[in-house]
Structure formats: C-alpha cells, structure tokens
C-alpha cells in the first residue's frame, strides 16, 4: 500500500499523523537499504575505459565478471582485513605502482595492471574468470 493510500483511508488526523510517519518510515528503509557502490558515472568511466583497452568483447565481459565481484567497479575499494586495494582487489596494492605512479586515484592505471596480471598469471582475463569462478578468488 502506498503512502498516498494510507492517508486516504486514515480518518482521524491521529490516524494520519501514524500513517504517515509509517510512510516516511517506511521510505526512509527503502533508501538505507540501497547498496553502497561506485558513482555510476565513475563506474560507466572506467567500464567504458575497460573496454577500450582490452578490445575484444568476451574478454572485457570475463575482466568485467571479475571487476565486479572484487570491487563493484570501485577504484579505490580497500578490504579491511587484507589491504587488497581497487578495481582488480591487488596485493599488495603497491604492486600496481609497476603500471603507473597514479594507481591510488587512476582507474586506467589499475586496469592496466589487472590485465596485465590476468595475461600473465592466467594467460587471459577469461581464463582468470575461470579460476575466480572455480575458487572464487583470483
């Protein structure tokens, strides 16, 4: 039932002073409730940038299957309990440093050193989306 509609049916202003704070209680869950993520135009930035960068379409989709559960497409994700840092979750995050002095604040730089990584350990972003899908972790 929608708040409009609660304070229609209310008769007595008590019933509607209750009815509308249950209403607005009612709102306000909805909106505490919403996920924490990137900026979607942050997010849409470094997507897009992704995606010009690595070119070919399954291999953008298998990186992106990993952005997404490491990071959310956050760049500056940090995991509490192991320091893992950014789009690609890195550890140490200063290995990143190696694609760029940026890293920290620069989506481009640690796209770059994800892929880079995902070649060399797994020989593509798609054969590292296999292991993560395996072992979930990469």
Not at 19 to 35: F, K, R, V, Y
Not at 37 to 62: L, N, V
Not at 101 to 110: C, E, G, I, L, V
């Amino acid at each position: 039932m929608s708040a409009v509609s609660i304070l229609r049916t209310v008769a007595t202003p008590k019933k509607a002073l209750a009815g509308a704070a249950l209403a607005a209680a009612a709102c306000g869950s909805l909106i505490a409730a919403a996920p924490a993520q990137a900026a979607p135009t942050a997010t849409a930035s470094a997507q897009a940038t992704a995606q010009s960068m690595i070119g070919d379409s399954a291999q953008y989709q298998c990186f992106s299957n990993i952005v997404q559960r490491e990071s959310g497409w956050n760049h500056t994700a940090t995991n509490a309990s192991s320091g893992a840092y950014g789009l690609v979750q890195a550890l140490p995050a200063s290995k990143m440093a190696s694609a760029g002095s940026d890293w920290k604040t620069n989506p481009a730089t640690q796209i770059s050193w994800g892929v880079g990584y995902m070649n060399e350990r797994y020989g593509s972003p798609c054969a590292a989306w296999d292991f993560w899908q395996a072992n979930n972790w990469y």
